[in-house]
C-alpha cells in the first residue's frame, strides 16, 4: 500500500472513530436529561458519568451531574463537579451561583464570599449580601457581617434571620444594648422563636435591664425551650435581680435537685437568702457547703455574718475570726466591713 493511501485511511478511521465517540457522549448525555426529567436521579447520574467516560470535556455534562448529585444531597460531590465545569468555562454564573451556594453549605467561607462578590460584580442574580453576610459571620468577622447585614437588611427587610444574626454579631462584640435591640426586632417579625426569645433575655441581662430580660427568658421556657441547668439559673437569676426571692430560690433549688451537693449552687441559694434577710435559711445552705469541703472560710464566715445580722454578736465574731484563721485573706474584707463576692 502507499504512503499516501495509508495516510488517507489512517484519518478516515480516526474521523470514524471520533464521531463514534461524539456521537456516545451525546447519546448518554440525552440518556441522562431523560432520566433527570423524570426524576430518577440515580439513573441520570449514571448515564452522565458514561457521557463523560466519551468526552471529557463537555461543560454541560458536568453542570448537569452536578445538579443530579444535588437532588441526592451529596453536597461535596456537587461541589465538584461545579468546580471542573467552572475551570472548562469560567465566568458561567449559573456555575457561579451554585459555588457559592455550595461553598457556604460546605464551610468554605472564603470561597462563598469570593463567588458571591464575582457574582454582585456580574449583577448576576440576588441575594448575596445576605451569604457575605453569613459568611462574614462564620468567620468571626461581626463587623463585616453587621455591615452586610444592614445591606442584606434593605434588599430584604421582611427577613428575621438577618436582624437576628446582626443581634448575634453585636452580641459577639459585647454591645449588648445594640444586640438586644436587634433582637427584639427580629421577635417583633418572628414571634414563635423560642431561642432567639432566650438569647434576648441575655442581651438584656448584659445590658442590664432586669425586667427585659426576665420578660424574654421567661417567654422563653413558655414557648418550649428547654429548660436545662443554664436556663433554670438564668431565669433564677433574673427573678433574684428583679426582686422575686421565691421565684429565684425555687429555681436554684430546681438545678439543686440535679446537681446535688454543687457548692456553687449551694452558695447562690444561701447568698439569695442572704440578701434577702432570711439568715436562718442562709446558714442551712452555707452549712450545707461546709459538710462538702470544711475548709470552705467564705462559707464559714458567712455563717459568722448571719448570726451578727440576727444579733448573736459574740457567736458571728467568733465564727468570722476562725475562717481568718483558715483564710488570712479575709480579715481585710472584716477591717473593709465587706463581705465576700461583693455581697
Known sequence: MKPLAFLMMC??????????????????????MEEKAAKRYREAEKAFQKSYGFNTEKVETHIEWGNVLLEQ?????????????DSLQSNNNVVLEQIAQLSFNLRKYEDAIKVAKQLQAAKYGSGWNWLIARSQYELQFYAEAIKYCEAAFKETANNPEIVYIAGRSFMEM???????GCFDQALAMDSSNATWMYEAG???????????????????????YKKTNDYLENLATAYLNTGNLEKGVEMLIQVLERRPSDPELLYSIAEAYYKGKKYDSAIEYWDRILEVDKKNANALYM??????????????????????????????LKE????????
Not at 484519518?11 to 441522562?32: C, I, R, W
Not at 441581662?205 to 430580660?213: I, N
Open 174 to 180: 459585647h454591645n449588648y444594648k445594640r444586640a438586644a
Open 11 to 32: 484519518s478516515l478511521v480516526a474521523k470514524g472513530l471520533f464521531a463514534q465517540t461524539t456521537d456516545s457522549a451525546v447519546f448518554y448525555y440525552d440518556k441522562g
Open 73 to 85: 444531597r451529596r453536597y461535596q460531590e456537587a461541589y465538584y463537579k461545579f468546580k471542573k465545569a
Open 303 to 332: 455563717i459568722g455574718m448571719c448570726y451578727q445580722k440576727k444579733g448573736d454578736t459574740a457567736k458571728g465574731n467568733q465564727l468570722c475570726d476562725k475562717a481568718i484563721e483558715m483564710d488570712p485573706s479575709l480579715r481585710k
Open 202 to 224: 441575655l442581651a438584656w441581662y448584659a445590658v442590664p435591664d432586669d425586667k427585659k430580660a426576665l420578660y424574654w427568658i421567661e417567654k422563653a421556657g413558655q414557648n418550649g
Open 336 to 343: 473593709e466591713k465587706k463581705l465576700p463576692n461583693g455581697l
